[in-house]
């Protein structure tokens, strides 16, 4: 089974303030997708990206997909109180076998 | 927009009991899944369902079962319930090739006394 790790496990930022998360695994995906989940709400997606070094923009959201498609990243630029929540990374491997998620990155931006 | 309810966001049970939590899709998506998220452990996969009828084990199916007899509807089963399944309990549907792009229901949390 492979595992996908993500870190920090918990982030605390004021708001305006950037961050990055990350997501690594050592086997490579296929695809990999980015949730964010909010309090008392289920995971919501946001990206899927697909090809090594993809970059893809969602508004103040920035997701890139490592070169050798065994890691990602998920920055955002001037984060607002409404970024707050539970980001999750999942990946499904190459032989499309098997989806996992990782454990998270919990996030508290402070107005 | 895709819809996923869940019959109940919060349950409380008694260690035995047998325990349905139901969930329904209205976007006609053949592949359903269930899964429990527990701090620290990230969502993991208890059963998933690629068509009415079927039903495939995830990675912790012991202590669970699952229906799938309408194709919106998916349920789980705790045949008799312990308290090591407090948990939150999140459902997903997906359509047909869809790379893993689930839609989920808004969670159940249950507790187990």
């Known amino acids: 089974t492979q595992l996908l790790e993500q870190s920090p496990q918990f982030l605390s930022i004021q708001e305006g303030e950037n961050l990055t998360v990350y997501c690594n695994s050592s086997?490579?995906?296929?695809?990999l997708q980015w949730y964010r989940q909010e309090p008392g709400e289920g995971p919501v997606l946001l990206v899927t990206?697909?090809?090594?070094?993809e970059v893809k923009k969602l508004k103040r959201l920035t997701f890139q997909f490592g070169d050798a498609r065994k890691d990602s990243s998920l920055h955002i630029t001037a984060a607002q109180p409404g970024d707050t929540g539970l980001y999750l990374c999942?990946?499904?491997?190459?032989?499309?076998?098997?989806?996992?998620f990782g454990p998270g990155t919990r996030l508290s931006v402070l107005p | 927009d895709v819809k996923v309810t869940q019959s109940s966001r919060y349950l409380v049970k008694r260690t035995g009991e047998k325990v349905f939590l139901e969930c329904v899709q209205d976007?006609?998506?053949?592949?359903m899944f269930w899964y429990r998220q527990d701090p620290g452990l990230g969502l993991r996969l208890i059963y998933f369902?690629?068509?009415?009828?079927?039903?495939e084990k995830g990675d912790i199916p012991e202590g669970y079962s699952v229906s799938r007899e309408k194709k919106e509807r998916f349920s789980l089963i705790l045949e008799s319930a312990s308290t090591n399944q407090t948990s939150m309990y999140l459902c997903?549907?997906?359509?047909?090739?869809?790379?893993?792009?689930?839609?989920f229901g808004p969670g159940t949390r249950l507790t187990v006394l």
């Open positions: 999942a990946g499904e491997d190459n032989y499309g076998q098997n989806f996992v």
């Open positions: 086997s490579v995906f296929s695809s």
């Open positions: 990206v697909v090809t090594g070094g």
């Open positions: 369902s690629y068509d009415v009828k079927m039903k």
């Open positions: 997903a549907s997906s359509p047909p090739d869809s790379g893993n792009e689930q839609f």
């Open positions: 976007m006609d998506h053949e592949n």
